[in-house]
């Protein structure tokens, strides 16, 4: 396994990246409304990415058909946006964007209340969040890969919640996809050593119930197999000498 080690000059492209993401992240967050179909949501969001003069990096990718995957409810993420699929108040939805600055990706996702939702709902969106904290805790230099996998797993295990097993984060740079794969539960070994210039995107996918998924028929949307609701948060961070930073935060 390859793990790239990022340049001055790379990391200041992804630094670029990271923080237009976090831009095209906050101003969907302000758009999402009761009313509003899940293809309003990509059609805005690659609106977004490309006035800035990026590129959605999710479309087309292995064939998904849009930019912003959009998964509501019982869906955990990769949700293909649809003119019929229209948010209504209490549901939350998992906004999962990425973009193409200059040959460098970024990738981030955020879970979203609709207007009003369960207080059970809220926690279990407030604690996946809470859960990547606790894994970037660990992603230091020196730390190992796996310690961030166990940092997530202790965190929300307390909950009685389901970690998705079937999913799991990864290195980013010139590619979407690179190495390592980054797994939310914890790990038989303490896997790679963590060192700086390394760009990894952490989300963990938590699911209220069972930690089980399935994929439905359009080959894409994974959801809960006992259709519970599911939360996604990640960021694309950047492994430094000290404090790790986040790149796709405002
Ligand atoms: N954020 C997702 C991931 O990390 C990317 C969506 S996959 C796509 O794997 F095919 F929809 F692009
Ligand atoms: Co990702």
Known sequence: MAVSIKSAREIELMRDAGKMLAEVHAKLGEALAPGMSTLDIDTLGEKLIRDMGCTPNFLHY?????????????????????????????????????????????????????????????????????????????????????????????????????????????????????????????????????????TLAIEPMINLGRPDVIWLDDNWTVVSDDGLISAHYENTILITEGEPEILTLL
């Open 62 to 198: 292995n064939g998904y058909p849009a930019s912003i995957c959009v998964s509501v409810n019982e869906e955990v993420v990769h949700g293909i946006p649809r003119k019929d699929r229209i948010l209504q108040e209490g549901d939350i939805v998992s906004l999962d964007a990425g973009l193409i600055y200059k040959g460098y990706h970024s990738d981030a996702a955020r879970t979203h209340g609709i207007g009003k939702i369960s207080q059970e709902a809220q926690e279990l969106i407030d604690r996946t969040k809470q859960s990547f904290f606790e894994g970037i805790s660990m992603a230091r230099q020196g730390n190992h890969l796996f310690d961030i996998s166990a940092a997530i797993d202790r965190y929300i295990s307390q909950f009685g919640y389901g970690i998705v097993r079937d999913l799991v984060g990864h290195g980013i740079g010139t590619k979407l996809h690179e190495d390592p794969q980054i797994p939310n539960f914890a790990q038989r070994r303490r896997g790679l050593k963590l060192r700086a210039g390394m």
